[in-house]
């Protein structure tokens, strides 16, 4: 069974920083990119951050150069390093798998997505 787990979220002041983790299981972790998304109240999802199993990464704009993608095949894990973090951070936090090794930032190319964590960057 795919399963994709998230962990690391919580309340940060605005400035500070947060590692999430993503913790995959029932597939070939090397053989799928994995994408970060997120969903603020009242907003539809949006992309944030996206790795290929080539190595290559991206970053949406609203996050570039705040934010740090990783990912360690020995454990199954990506990780998403936040920092810098302002009150727009604020939403839920999904990690995804895409149905290839290359990394996409359209949602509809991940099949199994992770339930979420709370990630909220007070003022």
């Known amino acids: 069974e795919v399963q994709l787990v998230e962990s690391g979220g919580g309340l940060v002041q605005a400035g500070g920083s947060l590692r999430l983790s993503c913790a995959a299981s029932?597939?070939?972790?090397?053989?799928?990119?994995i994408g970060w998304f997120r969903q603020a109240p009242g907003k539809e999802r949006e992309g944030v951050s996206f790795?290929?199993?080539?190595?290559?990464?991206y970053y949406e704009d609203p996050v570039k150069g705040r934010f740090t993608i990783s990912s360690d095949n020995a454990k199954n894990t990506v990780y998403l390093r936040m920092n810098s973090q302002k009150p727009e951070d604020t939403a839920v936090y999904y990690c995804?798998?895409?149905?290839?090794?290359?990394?996409?930032?359209?949602?509809?190319?991940?099949?199994?997505w992770g339930p979420g964590t709370q990630v909220t960057a007070s003022s």
């Open positions: 995804a798998r895409s149905n290839s090794r290359l990394y996409s930032v359209v949602p509809r190319w991940y099949d199994y």
């Open positions: 029932g597939f070939t972790f090397y053989r799928h990119a």
């Open positions: 790795i290929s199993r080539d190595g290559s990464t």
